[in-house]
T-cell receptor
Framework: GALVYQYPRRTICKSGTSMRMECQAV??????VAWYRQSPQKTFELIAL?????????EQNFTQEKFPISHPNLSFSSMTVLNAYLEDRGLYLC???????????FGHGTKLSVL | DAKTTQPDSMESTEGETVHLPCSHA???????IYWYRQVPLQGPEYVTH???QNTTNSMAFLAIASDRKSSTLILPHVSLRDAAVYHC???????????FGKGTKLSVKS
């Protein structure tokens, strides 16, 4: 079956430092990967949508300079949170899908805490 | 700017059949209706999706209104493991972004 592995599951970083999270698609080709952040208040925010061989589209309030994303092939994507501060806390989720209109498969998420 | 409307919460008892409603009055012709559920500290889990016809799988039955402006996720014989936040989302066609709202928090008591 199709699965998405996301790691690490949890991470703690000091304010002003950076952390990287990765997603691995298994059993299907991840042509698109969407990165989300779920705040402690449980609201979802789409950060960016990455499609292989296309430019990464960032949503308003999210930039490549702050959340650089790599999507080098059909099974892997990573995102880094640069210079993390308290407002960056939350559960970061990657959702990957194959062809258009196919469901998104989500990883378990990376919970980011910032000290 | 979620395009779907769901009740904030619903309560049920183990063994009951639960009907989770969703309104999507502005749905466009090529958008699919997706349902995901999420438990704390986990990523959303796919439940089902449909375009126009009712669909069924091992997890749930999705009833879609004939005008597609609303749908109902039907969970037969719920158990404690079905307690989660259920999200109704429009996705597909020209809408390439899976946009989550707050969803419906389903509580299940024994």
């Amino acid at each position: 079956g199709a699965l998405v592995y996301q790691y690490p599951r949890r991470t703690i970083c000091k304010s002003g430092t950076s952390m990287r999270m990765e997603c691995q698609a298994v059993g299907f080709q991840a042509t698109s990967v969407a990165w989300y952040r779920q705040s402690p208040q449980k609201t979802f925010e789409l950060i960016a949508l990455s499609t292989v061989n296309s430019a990464i589209k960032y949503e308003q309030n999210f930039t490549q300079e702050k959340f650089p994303i790599s999507h080098p092939n059909l099974s892997f994507s990573s995102m880094t949170v640069l210079n993390a501060y308290l407002e960056d806390r939350g559960l970061y989720l990657c959702g990957a899908r194959g062809h258009s209109n196919e469901r998104l498969f989500f990883g378990h998420g990376t919970k980011l805490s910032v000290l | 700017d979620a395009k779907t409307t769901q009740p904030d919460s619903m309560e049920s008892t183990e063994g009951e059949t639960v009907h989770l409603p969703c309104s999507h009055a502005t749905i466009s012709g090529n958008e699919y209706i997706y349902w995901y559920r999420q438990v704390p500290l986990q990523g959303p889990e796919y439940v089902t999706h449909g375009l126009q016809q009712n669909t069924t799988n091992s997890m749930a039955f999705l009833a879609i209104a004939s005008d597609r402006k609303s749908s109902t996720l039907i969970l037969p014989h719920v158990s404690l493991r079905d307690a989660a936040v259920y999200h109704c989302i429009l996705f597909g066609g020209s809408n390439a972004k899976l946009t989550f709202g707050k969803g419906t928090k389903l509580s299940v008591k024994s």
